[in-house]
């Protein structure tokens, strides 16, 4: 038998098993170092997300806590605008310099008292850091003490919510500058309101509107299904809704869709000889009862008051019944000696507001309501925001006056 020898030396046996060893701990090297490094990337990404957090939860706090200043900003106009003193006729830009050193928010309390809504902001809190955020507040007078506001509730207008509802649209509709003729159109406006607010499905009168001519109209005009509506039957919450209210919007020639109660402008835009209407946004809303309140109404609310600013038959008063309530309910005048203080200010009631406005018709006390100097009762609409590196939060809530302190009825945040 023949054998066979290696011819390999020992030597190199010992050396290939060297390398084989040292490839094997570069390899183990290389799988230690890239799980290290695996770690610590979820180490860092762990920590910035962490990070990201703690910023977040620290502007989510600031703006929180704007939003209670933006709180107490709008307690203390609420509790104090109603004995701040009116803009005189002659007052100069200096004078109010003057007047805002005494009060920084004398000018929203105008507003305030004059019935109409006030935007203040946006404030930055802290002066010496602008950084830290803003706050802005919106505040609008909804209802007074014995359920009335300084708007016209337009829930309330339609056969089921007010006695006298048809006039008071007239006395609206009158104001905004609605042409008489055609008679049609006045009567399209309330029936087809009337139709969308009350509870039935019966159309109202020729010219209403129920839900199957709004399907035949908007099928007519190729309206998305997802944009299509039918009258609510309720109360709307947003007095923009009647842009959707047959007559209160319509077609122009080239298709388009306008609303001229609600923007203000011509009643027909393809008519060059059309007659401008006024935007009704300003004198009515959505929430209070079925009362204005006198000391809080603007004067273009007042002028569409029978008794007011219309007379029974639908037409202007002679006398300027709405000026001679406006110059009582003020503060009264500086300049005059030997003046009866309790001729001026806030009117508590029907006897004392026909014993300083004598000239005002008796038909009036049906539509209005009062408050005394401290606003009990008063209810507001508020709209607080905070902003800060981006972030903002919001509140919106309902609030009413009582003992000199608000009370929240709703509270929303971030709706």
């Known amino acids: 038998m023949k054998c066979t020898y290696s011819t390999r030396h020992p030597l190199s046996i010992v050396h290939s098993t060297s390398r084989a060893r040292r490839g094997s701990a570069l390899v183990m090297a290389i799988w230690i170092i890239a799980v290290l490094s695996l770690l610590v990337l979820n180490f860092a990404t762990e920590a910035h997300l962490q990070t990201s957090v703690n910023l977040y ?7 929180a806590h704007l939003t209670d200043a933006g709180i107490a900003i709008a307690e ?53 850091n602008p950084s830290a955020g803003t706050v802005t507040i919106e505040i609008e007078s909804i209802g007074g003490g014995d359920n009335g506001g300084a708007k016209i509730n337009i829930n309330t207008l339609h056969k089921e919510g007010h006695p006298r509802y048809a006039e008071l649209w007239e006395g609206i509709l009158s104001w905004a500058g609605v042409p008489e003729e055609p008679k049609e159109a006045r009567e399209e406006l309330v029936e087809c309101w009337t139709d969308w607010r009350d509870s ?22 190729e309206v998305a299904d997802e944009q299509k509506y039918v ?16 007559g209160f919007y319509r077609y122009s020639k080239d298709g388009k869709v306008f609303s001229p109660l609600l923007t203000g402008g011509k009643w027909d835009p393809d008519d060059d000889d059309s007659p401008t209407v006024k935007s009704i946004l300003d ?41 001679a309530i406006l110059e009582a309910r003020s503060d009264p005048p500086e300049d005059e000696k030997f003046v009866n203080d309790e001729d001026y200010g806030p009117f508590k009631d029907w006897n004392d507001l026909l014993n300083r ?15 005394n100097d401290s606003n009990d009762g008063a209810q507001f609409k508020l709209t607080i925001t905070g902003t800060s590196s981006g972030l903002s ?10 003992d000199k302190k608000l009370h929240f009825i709703r509270w929303q945040e971030d709706p």
């Open 393 to 402: 939060h919001s509140i919106q809530a309902i609030v009413y006056v009582k």
């Open 357 to 371: 406005v004598p000239e005002i018709g008796n038909e009036a006390n049906e539509y209005l309501s009062y408050t």
């Open 231 to 246: 009258p609510r039957n309720g109360e709307i919450p947003d007095i923009k809704e009647l842009a959707k209210v047959k």
């Open 76 to 128: 203390s106009v609420i509790l104090n605008f109603p004995n701040v003193q009116e803009a005189a006729d002659d007052e100069r830009e200096e004078d109010l310099d003057k007047l805002l050193e005494d009060d920084r928010w004398i000018i929203e309390k105008r507003e305030l008292k004059r019935g109409s809504k006030t935007t203040i902001g946006p404030i930055v809190v802290d002066k010496e």
């Open 57 to 63: 939860m620290r502007e989510r706090i600031r703006v």
């Open 200 to 221: 039935d499905t019966v159309k109202t009168g020729d010219n209403g509107a129920e839900a199957d001519w709004y399907e035949e109209d908007q099928e007519e005009h």
């Open 283 to 323: 004198i009515l809303g959505t929430m209070g009862g079925q009362k204005i309140n006198v000391n809080l109404a603007s004067r273009d609310v007042l002028s569409v008051i029978p008794g007011i600013g219309i007379d029974s038959d639908g037409e202007e008063m002679d006398k300027d019944v709405v000026g």
